[in-house]
């Protein structure tokens, strides 16, 4: 079992005091001159970092756009789960779990009705059924709302095989970069931070607190808010994300993505996602999740992409 590189005690002291951490980030190198009207250039002619509003109208673009990339997008899911039980120097691992899954993206016009559905095909390399694509089958002619709902279906049934003594779903690997959305770029704070490398790609670092109420996401029991905060790691040429990080403390959830190129869709998407779920005071659920296997829709297949 190979554990996730973050040290569990970080997670939990961060949690707690309602601080995030602040990881590297990377600043992408600017196009020459008359490619792109957004880059600026010093009194020498030279390209220079991009100042937050280029850097926030760049990476919107971006995001909207990735409606028309993600929408009937297909993928493998490699998901390892660990549950820790216990508090301070009783806490141990308790037990872990292999799941294997179908997954496709389902865009759908507002960015907070992307949906994201899972099909969990093996647990511990053991198939929990016949290796048949639900999935891709209902959405074969493209997205209807009873595909949706009947995807929904699978996705509840599936949520079962997840660790923890709460029935969840674990949350989607694009959900962090709806704050980047043009729509929803007024919701938050934003900071332009430090510069770093992330996948050989300099991009600028950028903080978000969510400050407009009420917020994106509630209390599923009491409806009450959710407020959200992170960072994201965006190139300053052409506005793409390239790692993301989203923190609900009171929720104690924590999520991290890393984004890349697949070559063989030749997409930029998520490749890798971390989380960290609190589910008490002496239980959590750290995940592990690696996608492969990137097939795009077929031509003409779905719904157009709206792009706002």
């Known amino acids: 079992m190979t554990k996730p590189a973050r040290p569990r005690a970080f997670w939990r002291l961060y949690r707690g005091l309602g601080l995030l951490s602040l990881a590297a980030a990377a600043l992408a190198t600017l196009k020459p001159p008359g490619q792109d009207p957004l880059v600026a250039y010093s009194a020498s002619g030279e390209a220079r970092a991009a100042t937050l509003p280029e850097l926030l109208e760049k990476a919107g673009r971006y995001v909207a756009a990735l409606e028309d ?22 806490r141990h691992r308790y037990l872990s779990k292999t799941l294997d899954s179908d ?16 099909d969990v095909q093996s647990v511990d390399g053991k198939p929990v059924r016949d290796r048949e694509e639900r999935l891709a089958r209902l959405f074969a002619g493209g997205v209807s709302s009873a595909a949706r709902e009947e995807a929904g279906r699978i996705v509840g049934e599936s949520s079962h095989f997840n660790l ?6 674990t949350t989607a690997p694009t959900l962090a970069i709806i704050f980047l959305h043009p729509r929803y770029q007024a919701r938050c704070q934003f ?9 050989g790609r300099l991009a600028q670092q950028v903080e978000f607190k969510e400050t407009e109420r009420p917020t994106l996401f509630h209390n599923t029991v009491d409806g009450r808010d959710q407020p959200t905060r992170g960072t994201f790691w965006i190139a300053g040429d052409d506005g793409t994300v390239l790692k993301s990080e989203m923190f609900v403390p009171t929720a104690l959830l924590s999520f991290e993505v890393t984004y890349g190129l697949d070559r063989t869709s030749g997409l ?7 989380d960290d779920v609190g589910l008490g005071t ?18 003409g297949v779905g719904t157009p992409p709206t792009v706002r």
Request: charged share 30%.
């Open 69 to 90: 990339s993600l929408m009937l997008l297909r993928a493998k899911e490699h998901c390892v789960q660990t549950q820790w039980a216990g508090a301070g120097y009783e």
């Open 103 to 118: 997954v496709l993206w389902v865009p759908g016009g507002d960015p907070l009705n992307w949906a994201f559905y899972r």
């Open 164 to 169: 923890g003594s709460r029935r969840r779903n």
């Open 191 to 199: 900071d332009l931070k430090k510069t770093s490398k992330v996948a």
């Open 268 to 274: 930029f998407v998520p490749l890798e996602f971390r």
């Open 282 to 299: 002496d239980e959590e659920i750290e995940s592990v999740v690696n996608y492969s296997s990137f097939q795009p829709r077929e031509k």
